[in-house]
């Protein structure tokens, strides 16, 4: 993971709600993601309370004093970036959360019949196949996507908390044409393993194995 410059809270919010937009936006004026003033408090307050609206369930276990950095994801880091723990990217992950296994487990089809959480389809592989011609052609010089990712240590293990489905599709095209490195935002704090969002978290077998359970009972398929 090549490090660059720190980024301001208020940088990295602009940045994760472009990526939310689709899902947060309705109703707001386009204003704070396209033409932001990142020097207007009111604006950079109501940015984040858009995102917290919808991501605070992540947010909250972020530690306080985290530090937020550019980064460039390269070829040696792959092995090293997971997809954030969730019921739903268990089994396109072949249940290791490891970003290389989508290659070969992402698939249509997925489900899930869990009270509580999901009854129904699980869509990622779809998700991920829209992106794909979205993405081709990336180049970390250019491009505006950023991933979100969390680490406890600069060399890892990387949990990625925003830009899932476009680091799969960002993998598959990979394979036929090198797209990396990629841009990326981490968040990174020597606490962050008290996340249960990221994968060095003391539960995370225990979650795996939970997981594990509701897919042999069929409850995930």
Not at 34 to 44: I, R, T, V
Not at 59 to 71: E, R
Request: glycine share 6%; with cysteine.
């Amino acid at each position: 993971m090549r490090l660059l410059n720190d980024v301001t809270i208020d940088e990295l919010t602009l940045c994760w709600l472009k990526s939310e937009w689709w899902d947060v936006g309705h109703g707001h004026d386009r204003h704070l993601i396209d033409s932001p003033d990142l020097s207007s408090s009111a604006e950079n307050a109501a940015r984040l309370a858009l995102l917290r609206g919808y991501r605070s369930v992540i947010l909250d276990q972020i530690p306080q004093m985290s530090q937020n950095i550019h980064a460039r994801v390269e070829v040696t880091d792959l092995p090293n970036l997971y997809i954030v723990p969730v019921f739903d990217w268990f089994l396109d992950t072949g249940g290791s959360f490891r970003l290389t296994d989508t290659l070969t487990h992402l698939r249509e089809g997925r489900g899930a019949n869990i009270p509580g959480a999901l009854q129904g389809p699980i869509n990622h592989s779809q998700d991920v196949m829209r992106k794909l011609s979205f993405l081709r052609g990336y180049n970390a010089q250019t491009t505006n996507e950023h991933l979100v990712l969390l680490a406890s240590h600069r060399d890892g293990p990387y949990t990625i908390i925003d830009g899932t489905h476009r680091a799969a599709a960002l993998l598959l095209n990979h394979q036929q044409a090198s797209t990396l490195p990629w841009r990326a935002i981490l968040i990174l704090s020597p606490e962050m393993n008290s996340s249960r969002w990221h994968v060095g978290h003391p539960q995370f077998e225990a979650i795996r194995r939970g997981l594990n359970s509701l897919a042999v009972s069929g409850k995930l398929w």
